[in-house]
């Protein structure tokens, strides 16, 4: 089976810098991605690690550790539209059937 | 418009009767997704096109869902004797390669609420 494991709530300032960690269980790993989605959207893809280390794109960045079935997504200088809830997704099945984490909500606040 | 295009976008329904959800996928992407997501939960993998291929209808809840792709295009969900407990977002999304890029492209979803 498979299965991503995340927190479901996480708070932080404007300006601050949060990570939000993800570990998860799964057989035929592939990578691990990230998706935001503000409330009464669509998720929107943000990352993908397929290997092991820090990819950067802006004032996100992601990290994956296959060793330790572990990743985590960082943003920097928070703003207030990063208020939002952030998905880890894996693939399964050797293509891009996403199975996804319960999600984390992010507050962020004045 | 170039993004996924979902129809209707809020569906009100009785307990009993049958819906219908369509998905509309950018254009040229080959790979087709239904997922499901209740209130402040995650997203449900339901059912998988991609191209001339068997669908992966693996995460399907029960034999009142079916999904069908005409021409490789344009996608129907179609929930029978719906129940309450149908009542979600159902989110289409679509993905031009077969390869694993972990990106998919997804609609703003159809709101089903069953009553």
């Known amino acids: 089976g498979q299965s991503l494991e995340q927190p479901s709530e996480v708070t932080a300032v404007e300006g601050a810098i949060v990570q939000i960690n993800c570990t998860y269980q799964t057989s035929g790993f592939y990578g691990l991605s990230w998706y935001q989605q503000h409330d009464g959207g669509a998720p929107t893809f943000l990352s993908y690690n397929a290997l092991d280390g820090l990819e950067e794109t802006g004032r996100f960045s992601s990290f994956l550790s296959r060793s330790d079935s572990y990743g985590y997504l960082l943003l920097q200088e928070l703003q207030m539209k990063d208020s939002a809830s952030y998905f880890c997704?894996?693939?399964?099945?050797?293509?891009?059937?996403?199975?996804f984490g319960a999600g984390t909500r992010l507050a962020v606040h004045p | 418009g170039a993004g996924v295009s979902q129809s209707p976008s809020n569906k009100v329904t009785e307990k009993g009767k049958d819906v219908e959800l369509r998905c509309d996928p950018i254009s040229g992407h080959t790979a087709l997704y239904w997922y499901r997501q209740s209130l402040g939960q995650g997203l449900e993998f339901l059912i998988y096109f991609q191209g001339n291929s068997a669908p992966d209808k693996s995460g399907l809840p029960s034999d009142r869902f079916s999904a069908e792709r005409t021409g490789g295009s344009v996608s129907t969900l179609t929930i029978q004797r719906t129940q309450q407990e149908d009542s979600a977002v159902y989110l289409c999304?679509?993905?031009?390669?077969?390869?694993?890029?972990?990106?998919?492209?997804f609609g703003e979803g159809s709101r089903l609420t069953v009553l």
């Open positions: 997704a894996a693939p399964r099945g050797g293509y891009n059937k996403l199975i």
């Open positions: 999304a679509s993905s031009p390669f077969h390869k694993i890029t972990g990106e998919l492209f």
